[in-house]
C-alpha cells in the first residue's frame, strides 16, 4: 500500500511538472525567456507541499465544526499547516520569479 503511494506522488509531480513544460514551452515560442527543467522540478515538489499542506489543514478545520469537546483550534491549524504551506508558496515563488536584470536572447 506505501509503494502505491509513492507512485502516486511521483505520478502527480510528473503532471504537475509536465504542465508547467507545456507553459513554458508556450513562453518560448511566443519569444519570451523560459524556466530550466531544475527550476520546473522545484516548483512542481512546492506545488505538492501548498497541495497537501492546505488540504490536510482544511481536513482539521472541519473537525473543528462538530459538536462536543474538540482539541482542534484554528491556531493549531495554523502553526501546523499554516508554516509548510508558506513555505511551500516562498519556494515555489523563488523557483518561479524571473529576473530582469539580462536581457532575453535573440
Known amino acids: 500500500m ?13 503532471v504537475l511538472w509536465f504542465l508547467l513544460e507545456r507553459h513554458e514551452n508556450r513562453r518560448a515560442l511566443a519569444g519570451k ?12 515538489v512546492a506545488l505538492l507541499l501548498l497541495l497537501f499542506a492546505g488540504g ?14 474538540t482539541y482542534v483550534t484554528w491556531e493549531a491549524v495554523a502553526i ?6 508558506a513555505l511551500g508558496l516562498f519556494i515555489f515563488w523563488l523557483a ?11
Not at 506505501?2 to 510528473?14: E, Q, R, S
Open 2 to 14: 506505501f509503494g502505491f503511494a509513492i507512485v502516486g506522488l511521483l505520478g502527480l509531480a510528473t
Open 33 to 44: 525567456p523560459r524556466h530550466s527543467s531544475l527550476r520546473l522540478v522545484i516548483a512542481a
Open 56 to 69: 490536510c489543514s482544511l481536513l482539521f478545520i472541519s473537525d473543528m465544526s462538530r459538536p462536543g469537546p
Open 80 to 85: 501546523i499547516g499554516g508554516i509548510p504551506f
Open 96 to 106: 518561479m520569479r524571473r529576473t530582469t536584470s539580462a536581457p532575453p536572447p535573440a
